[in-house]
């Protein structure tokens, strides 16, 4: 298994520009999350799937987009990157009611 | 008010020591706790879960504080490996809710 696999890994933006990360996992999983992490702030929650077809909002969903058509994947969309969107993103997976969440390696995304 | 708090540290110790991290949680009716370990520049990880009754993990303890909503990492022998930043983590419903980590460095 790969577990839970995000391209790229770097990306550079320009204000305004739109781009999707893209998260996948092999796991069978139902549970998938995005996070972003900042300095001093932990890892926020921005949007969730509890399945194929179903996606909710997190603490910080403003500026961002996800759809989920598999159960692999579940790709999150800067919609018009801002500087305020420069952070490290993390993917993770999670079989539903169960407490063990698999992450991915991350993407460091800066917006110039 | 943040569902959790956590000392940012750092925390600096010689090989060998003991140190102690905590975290408090705001909502009373969280029912799991995790301790993450991340390296630096790397996924969070798993590193154990918490219990009322506090689990044991070679040199790792972690117990949980329902009536003063908090729970602690005990590392005891610290080894270099041990370097890291350690994140707790409170579920009060179906989502995660992170503290922002302690960084701890183990000295030679």
């Known amino acids: 298994n790969a577990g839970v696999t995000q391209t790229p890994k770097f990306q550079v933006l320009k204000t305004g520009q739109s781009m999707t990360l893209q998260c996948a996992q092999d796991?069978?999983?139902?549970?998938m999350s995005w996070y972003r992490q900042d300095p001093g702030m932990g890892l926020r929650l921005i949007h969730y799937?509890?399945?194929?077809?179903?996606?909710d909002q997190g603490e910080v969903p403003n500026g961002y987009n996800v759809s989920r058509s598999t159960t692999e994947d579940f790709p999150l969309r800067l919609l018009s990157a801002a500087p305020s969107q420069t952070s490290v993103y993390f993917c993770a997976s999670r079989v539903e009611n169960t407490d063990t969440q698999y992450f991915g390696p991350g993407t460091r995304l800066t917006v110039l | 008010r943040k569902e959790v708090e956590q000392d940012p540290g750092p925390f600096n110790v010689p090989e060998g020591a003991t140190v102690a991290f905590n975290c408090t949680y705001s909502n009373s009716a969280s029912q799991s706790f995790f301790w993450y370990r991340q390296d630096c520049r790397k996924e969070p990880k798993l590193l154990m879960s918490v219990y009322s009754s506090g689990n044991e993990d070679g040199r790792f303890t972690a117990q949980l504080n329902r009536a003063s909503q908090y729970i602690s990492l005990l590392i005891r022998d610290s080894k270099l490996s041990d370097s890291a930043t350690y994140l707790c983590?409170?579920?009060?419903?179906?989502?995660?809710?992170f503290g922002t980590g302690t960084s701890l460095t183990v000295i030679p």
């Open positions: 983590v409170v579920i009060p419903g179906n989502q995660f809710y």
């Open positions: 799937s509890v399945g194929a077809g179903i996606t």
């Open positions: 796991m069978n999983h139902e549970y």
